[in-house]
């Protein structure tokens, strides 16, 4: 029975993020907006919008186009990092600003993960609106490795000692909010570790879903004559960010130049700042690597599905503890295509790969590249360890296992943590069980 009750106001957060449509940060959130808005009146919040597209829903930006100067309107990147402490301190001018103007706007909010995860909360908290923080893990910043005097001096005079107080400003907001959702038990985990929260603040291990029309299984060989792919090669995919940062496809491109194994080739779809770096690595040893740039999503599962291996190239030294916290996006959209994957030997992808039952843990280390190419497994290995694959997402093993998840699943979670923050429930004995999102 339908009544006239106004849905909850939620606003979803982005306050580190220059929206453009093909941005990591919008694509893990805004395919879990529609199903949020059958229920929810939800507004998506941005620092600023770059390119328009895809722009259909409710939104809101921070800065005021109209009061942009020159140099903010030729700023095309798409992440906000305040790096000194003037710039720190506009920006949080900022933040209070937009709360002060919308407090009475919403009734929740969701902040999405960003380096200084918990300043848009805390501005918000003034006006005791209950906040959530969608937290992906605790970096390590690291040091610049260009000399102080170089460049702009005085800017990086400014920002002496940031990064280090940057952690700390992180743990004191986040201790601040109303709830956590972690990406995943291990971070939930670290964050009760390192008194980031107690186990009586409500902490929910959500992942991220996968757009089950697009990652599916698909026929090799027809994916390898679309794309004009030869069907005996042995066919390496990886799909991401060439920024070399989270994701650091290097030393498998060095270590393909290096070993050269028969008939292997590695196709690359996804850009970034770092790509060209990439490509000198490829030239300089001669590595059988193709760049194809930036796809659509459609495209990019075609290249999966084309493969024999798809490759998630981690670097767990940026995170805290070197403990790799993240959910992984790419794998469980590698996985809902059927494909074995090669990552990185961690408690998360141990699980992800229940083992090495659907893929391979290899460090991400040239040498550990080159010994896994001079033992590359079998046309039949491969063949036994897809059909494993697809027999457990029909099954439902991995659904349940919360490895592929449809963005529904996803927002029916994310609809338990804002039903329990709005109803006042704040304990950790009536925050959604473990074993209801992720069990790991």
Not at 415 to 432: H, M, R, T, Y
Request: with cysteine; hydrophobic share 35%.
């Amino acid at each position: 029975m339908k009544t006239n009750q106004k849905k909850p106001r939620i606003c979803i957060a982005l306050p580190g993020i220059n929206y453009l449509p093909y941005s990591p940060y919008v694509l893990s959130t805004l395919p879990m907006v529609p199903y949020l808005a059958d229920d929810y009146d939800i507004t998506v919040v941005y620092r600023k919008i770059l390119e328009p597209q895809g722009l259909d829903y409710k939104y809101l930006t921070l800065l005021d186009e109209s009061q942009m100067s020159e140099k903010e309107r030729q700023n095309k990147q798409g992440y906000h990092n305040p790096t000194d402490y003037v710039n720190l301190l506009k920006y949080r001018k900022v933040l209070e600003q937009f709360a002060a103007k919308h407090a009475e706007d919403f009734d929740l909010i969701l902040e999405k993960e960003w380096p200084l995860l918990g300043a848009f909360s805390v501005a918000f908290a003034k006006y005791n609106v209950p906040t959530v923080l969608l937290a992906e893990a605790v970096y390590k910043f690291q040091k610049k490795s260009e000399p102080f005097w170089k460049g702009n001096v005085v800017r990086k005079a400014l920002g002496l000692g940031l990064d280090r107080l940057r952690p700390q400003l992180r743990k004191g907001w986040t201790q601040k909010a109303t709830g956590i959702v972690a990406e995943t038990e291990q971070l939930k985990e670290f964050f009760i570790d390192r008194g980031y929260a107690t186990k009586q603040k409500p902490i929910y291990p959500i992942p991220y879903g996968v757009d089950l029309q697009i990652f599916a299984p698909r026929d090799r060989q027809i994916c390898r004559e679309e794309l004009g792919i030869k069907s005996d090669a042995f066919v390496l995919t990886y799909v991401g960010s060439l920024n070399r940062f989270i994701q650091e496809p290097g030393p498998i491109i060095e270590a393909l130049g290096r070993e050269k194994p028969k008939n292997v080739v590695l196709h690359i779809v996804g850009d970034g700042n770092k790509r060209h770096e990439l490509e000198e690595i490829a030239s300089k040893y001669n590595a059988p690597v193709i760049f194809h740039g930036r796809l659509p999503q459609e495209k990019a599962a075609v290249y999966i599905g084309a493969s024999d291996i798809c490759i998630a190239p981690y670097n767990r030294y940026l995170y805290a503890d070197d403990k790799f916290t993240c959910a992984s996006l790419k794998i469980p959209e590698y996985m809902a295509c059927g494909r074995a994957v090669l990552t990185i030997p961690c408690e998360r992808m141990e699980y992800l790969l229940d083992g090495q039952k659907y893929g391979f843990l290899v460090e991400n280390e040239v040498d550990s590249y080159r010994e896994f190419f001079r033992n590359l497994p079998s046309k039949t290995e491969l063949e036994k360890m897809e059909a494993t694959i697809l027999n457990d997402l029909q099954n439902s093993t991995l659904k349940d296992k919360c490895i592929v998840l449809s963005w529904r699943d996803i927002a029916e979670m994310h609809k338990q943590v804002i039903e329990d923050c709005l109803a006042g429930k704040f304990s950790w004995s009536n925050s959604p069980k473990s074993a209801d999102l992720v069990t790991q």
